[in-house]
């Protein structure tokens, strides 16, 4: 594999200097702080990232006053005694997205949030718990207990929450791919995650980096070298 610090010094090229490069990386996360994230907080960033797959994110941020007015304040326990006529006068709800299929998923992530709250006290604290070195595992476990939670919508999930998630875009596969790492073009397999987990973890411990920050590098190192502030405008920092 190639050395880390290789990677770093031709991102840092790439986007005029160290301290620009630094600059992009975004504040440290911190694992332990989730644990004091409510659950209604915790719904809401879960639909604010559902909602923003595949669609224009600004629009999402812009019309996010009028959902957390529709949807009660993602209040977990308000929102599962709510009848069946609630969820479906949302499907016609100007203040949102009408999209059926995720305004569905709201209502099964609400039991989601509700069920791991009740079992470890918090469903921050069960994000806090989980070890940082086990991204996938955590992934998988989104994607299978939660409704739309999967691949990329669940890493957002966790980067939005400040809990040191890497995102597997497609820059940042590829920067793995030209490090040596065999994986594949577009890695979602369970092997393939594996191995970026490991190559990140890796790095993590060799460089004192959090995951965030090793993954934003690596997506800054290669492809389209998109401008620092288009760079600040797309990460809304």
Do not use: C
Not at 136 to 160: C, D, E, I, P
């Amino acid at each position: 594999m190639m050395d880390f610090q290789k990677i770093r010094a031709r991102a840092a090229k790439r986007k005029g200097g160290e301290a620009v490069l630094a600059s992009l990386l975004g504040p440290m996360p911190d694992n332990a702080a989730v644990a004091d994230i409510t659950d209604d907080r915790i719904l809401s960033t879960m639909a604010e990232r559902v909602f923003a797959a595949g669609f224009v994110w600004r629009v999402i941020e812009q019309k996010w006053p009028g959902f957390e007015e529709a949807f009660l304040g993602f209040e977990p326990k308000r929102l599962l005694f709510q009848p069946d006529d609630f969820w479906h006068e949302l499907t016609a709800d100007k203040r949102i997205v009408r999209n059926p299929q995720k305004i569905k998923s709201v209502r099964d992530n609400a039991v989601f949030v509700e069920r791991v709250s009740k079992e470890h006290g918090g469903f921050g604290k069960f994000l806090a718990d989980w070890p940082e070195d086990d991204q996938v595992g955590l992934m998988a476990y989104l994607g299978k207990h939660g409704s739309r939670l999967g691949g990329n919508t669940g890493q957002y999930f966790l980067r939005w929450l400040e809990w040191d998630a890497f995102i597997v875009s497609a820059d940042m596969a590829a920067a793995l791919r030209d490090a040596g790492l065999d994986i594949a073009e577009s890695p979602t397999s369970k092997r393939d995650l594996d191995k970026i987990q490991n190559q990140i973890n890796a790095w993590a411990a060799q460089t004192g980096l959090p995951r965030r920050h090793i993954s934003r590098i690596l997506a800054m190192s290669i492809g389209e070298n998109h401008s620092p502030e288009a760079l600040r405008e797309y990460m809304g920092e």
